[in-house]
C-alpha cells in the first residue's frame, strides 16, 4: 500500500510540474488579433490574415515596428516567419524607443532601437544580430557572418532566440546560427519589447509582406 501510495504521489507530482511547464509558455499572439501589441515608428500595415500577423509595406515609409507591450529580460523565444524575397526584416529584442523614459499618451513614439534578430533571403545573413539605431551596425562580428542556406525561401522558417544576460542564441530551422555574447548591448538594453520588423522601400517599390505565427516566449529565471 505504502508502495502503491508513493507511486501515485510520484505520479500527481509528475502532472503538476508538466502543466506548470506548459504553463511557462507565454502566447505573444492569439491567433485572432493585435491584442497585446502597438505600432512603433513608420506607416507599413499590420493585420491578421489565417492566423499570422501580416506586415505590408507602405510606398516611401522608414522602417515599422509592431511591438509587444509587455516588456521582457531573459527569455526564449519561438517563432515562425516567412517574407517576401525582395524584402529585409527582422525581430527586435530588449528593444525601447528613443526618449520613452518621457514619452506622453498621444505623442509620437520616438525610434526604435536595440538588439534585431536579422530576417533576410537573398543576403544568406538570416540570424545574425544587427543593433537597430544604436550606431553600433551589426553586433555579431564581421568574420562571424558567415553566409549560409539554412533560411528558406517562399517557406514558413522556424526561429529559436534565447537571451540569457550579455548571451544571445540563434538557430533557424534547427541549426544554430549565431552565439553572442556582448556586454555592452545587454548594459544598453537589459530588458525590452519584441518588435516585428516592415523595413521601410524606396518609392514606388512593393508592396512586399512579412509573415510571423506562433509567437511565443518562455521567461528565464536567472
Known sequence: ???FLSL????????ASSVRAE????ELFNGKDLTGWIQKNGTATYEVKDGAIVGTTADGSPNS???TEE???????????????ELNSGVQIRSKTKGEEDHRPGQPHGRVNGPQVEIE??????GYIYGEATGRGWLTPDDRRERHEHFKTDQWNEYRVVAEGPKIKVWINGEEIDELDDEQAYHTHPVGFIGLQVHG??????PYTA???????????R
Open 8 to 15: 501515485a504521489v510520484c505520479v500527481s507530482l509528475f502532472c
Open 1 to 3: 500500500m505504502k508502495h
Open 121 to 126: 533571403v537573398p543576403g544568406g545573413v538570416s
Open 71 to 85: 516588456r521582457y529580460g531573459d527569455f526564449e523565444l519561438q517563432f515562425e516567419v516567412k517574407i517576401d524575397k
Open 65 to 67: 515596428f509592431l511591438c
Open 201 to 206: 522601400i524606396p518609392r514606388d517599390k512593393g
Open 211 to 221: 509573415r510571423w505565427r506562433n509567437l511565443k516566449l518562455k521567461k528565464i529565471e
Open 23 to 26: 504553463e511557462e509558455w507565454i
